[in-house]
């Protein structure tokens, strides 16, 4: 079936400091992958999406690139901020296929 | 204006008790979900409506039943509440499938006890 393993947190950076968080998946089609971000007791957030290989999301300073030869679409942020304290998910979705399947999320914290 | 809302953000509840869960879109949308996020924060698909009818049902014991009286509105009924049932529920809609950007409510804490 369709999943998405993404890197097991929690990640704990200082601010300014680079991040990747790493997401691979298995998709028996041509999946659409995202990015949400879900900052503390709140719903969940799109930071991002790609719905084609090679394809680049970008979003607040956030980037993912679609790469259909390693099935990846990892995170990346130059310089973090406190305010970029989160749980961050990865998730797949297949073309009329009615759902999202997530990731298990990726908890970051940035500290001052 | 809110675009996906659920009422209420916290339930708490005893075991056996019947709840509801509500949620509106006013995004003009034509699919509705429901995920659960357990206690580690994983996320599962529930449930998917597209104009009003069923699509997904994610085996899902059937004390759950959703209900879409319209293309606005998801709600989810749980009978005889379980503790296992304690979660966080988050409602979503989109556009056709989910292959566009699903947008989510803040979520229904259900505490069991």
């Known amino acids: 079936g369709d999943s998405v393993t993404q890197m097991e947190g929690p990640v704990t950076l200082s601010e300014e400091a680079f991040l990747t968080i790493n997401c691979t998946y298995t998709?028996?089609?041509?999946?659409?992958l995202f990015w949400y971000v879900q900052y503390p007791g709140e719903g969940l957030q799109l930071l991002l999406k790609?719905?084609?290989?090679?394809d680049k999301g970008s979003n607040k300073g956030f980037e993912a690139t679609y790469r259909k030869e390693t099935t990846s679409f990892h995170l990346e942020k130059g310089s973090v901020q406190v305010s970029d304290s989160a749980v961050y998910f990865c998730?797949?979705?297949?073309?009329?296929?009615?759902?999202?399947?997530f990731g298990a999320g990726t908890t970051v914290t940035v500290r001052a | 204006d809110t675009a996906v809302s659920q009422t209420p953000k916290y339930l708490v509840t005893q075991m056996g008790n019947d709840k509801s869960i509500k949620c509106e879109q006013n995004?003009?949308?034509?699919?509705m979900y429901w995920y659960k996020q357990d206690s580690k924060k994983f996320l599962k698909i529930m449930f998917s409506?597209?104009?009003?009818?069923?699509?997904i049902n994610e085996t899902v014991p059937n004390r759950f039943s959703p209900k879409s009286p319209d293309k606005a509105h998801l709600n989810l009924h749980i009978n005889s509440l379980e503790l296992g049932d304690s979660a966080v529920y988050f409602c979503?809609?989109?556009?056709?499938?989910?292959?566009?950007?699903?947008?989510f409510g803040p979520g229904t804490r259900l505490t069991v006890l």
């Open positions: 979503a809609s989109s556009y056709r499938g989910a292959d566009t950007t699903q947008y």
């Open positions: 998709a028996t089609g041509y999946p659409s």
């Open positions: 790609a719905t084609k290989a090679d």
């Open positions: 998730a797949l979705s297949i073309s009329n296929d009615y759902k999202l399947s």
């Open positions: 995004l003009g949308h034509d699919t």
């Open positions: 409506y597209n104009n009003k009818e069923l699509i």
